[in-house]
T-cell receptor
Framework: GENVEQHPSTLSVQEGDSAVIKCTYS??????FPWYKQELGKGPQLIID?????GEKKDQRIAVTLNKTAKHFSLHITETQPEDSAVYFC???????????FGKGTMLLVSP | DSGVTQTPKHLITATGQRVTLRCSPR?????VYWYQQSLDQGLQFLIQ???????AKGNILERFSAQQFPDLHSELNLSSLELGDSALYFC???????????????FGPGTRLTVL
C-alpha cells in the first residue's frame, strides 16, 4: 500500500520567516495530496490540496508544490505568524481510491 | 467548524468493555471515514462507508466494527477494549468517495477514548 514520509518532525521558526515541510510518497499512481493543520484539541483542518495534474498551487501565504517524477510534495508557509503554530499533516490517496494515507506530522512552532 | 459532529467528546472506560462512537457528516456528504490517532501510530485510516455501504477497510481490528445508517450518520463500535485502544478517534466526511474520485475530507472534532 501507500507509504507517506514527512520531514521534519518538528520545526521552529521566528515570526515572519518562511517554513517548508516536505513529504514523499510511494505509490506512483497517487493523484491527490491534501495538507491538514491540527491545533491542540481539535480535528485536522484541510488548508490546501493539490491534484496530480498540477505542479503548484497557492492560497495567500500558503503554497504547495508537487514533483510527480520524484514523488514528493511540499508545503510552503511564508510570513509565518504565531497562529500558524500547529501540527501539519500531509496525505496522499491510494491509487484508485479516496482513502488517505497520512504522514506522521510536523509540529510547527512560530515564536513572536 | 467543519460541519462534522462527533459524540461524545470524551469517553473513559475499563478494559474488556464495549463503547460506541457516533458521527454525523456534513449536510449532503455521503461518505464517512473513521480514523484513529495515537502518538506512536499517527493518523490511521480504519474504515469508510459510502451511502450506507462499506467501501474501504484499513487497519481496523476485528474487535472494531462500524455502520452507516439511512440518515447517513455513522457509529464506530469498539469491543473487548484494551489499554492500547486509548486514542483519539476522528470521523471525516466527503461529498463522494467512490473509486477514482478524489475529494476533500472534512474532519470532526474527535472523541478521546481512555481505557483504564
Amino acid at each position: 500500500g501507500e507509504n507517506v514520509e514527512q520531514h521534519p518532525s518538528t520545526l521552529s521558526v521566528q515570526e515572519g520567516d518562511s517554513a517548508v515541510i516536505k513529504c514523499t510518497y510511494s505509490d506512483s499512481a497517487s493523484n491527490y495530496f491534501p495538507w491538514y493543520k491540527q491545533e491542540l484539541g481539535k480535528g485536522p483542518q484541510l488548508i490546501i490540496d493539490i491534484r496530480s495534474n498540477v505542479g503548484e498551487k497557492k492560497d495567500q501565504r500558503i503554497a504547495v508544490t508537487l514533483n510527480k517524477t520524484a514523488k514528493h510534495f511540499s508545503l510552503h508557509i511564508t510570513e509565518t505568524q504565531p497562529e500558524d503554530s500547529a501540527v501539519y499533516f500531509c496525505a496522499a490517496t491510494e491509487s484508485g481510491y479516496s482513502t488517505l494515507t497520512f504522514g506522521k506530522g510536523t509540529m510547527l512552532l512560530v515564536s513572536p | 467548524d467543519s460541519g462534522v459532529t462527533q459524540t461524545p467528546k470524551h469517553l473513559i472506560t475499563a478494559t474488556g468493555q464495549r463503547v460506541t462512537l457516533r458521527c454525523s457528516p456534513r449536510s449532503g456528504d455521503l461518505s464517512v471515514y473513521w480514523y484513529q490517532q495515537s502518538l506512536d501510530q499517527g493518523l490511521q485510516f480504519l474504515i469508510q462507508y459510502y451511502n450506507g455501504e462499506e467501501r474501504a477497510k484499513g487497519n481496523i481490528l476485528e474487535r472494531f466494527s462500524a455502520q452507516q445508517f439511512p440518515d447517513l450518520h455513522s457509529e464506530l463500535n469498539l469491543s473487548s477494549l484494551e489499554l492500547g485502544d486509548s486514542a483519539l478517534y476522528f470521523c471525516a466526511s466527503s461529498t463522494s468517495g467512490g473509486r477514482a474520485f478524489y475529494n476533500e475530507q472534512f474532519f470532526g472534532p474527535g472523541t478521546r477514548l481512555t481505557v483504564l
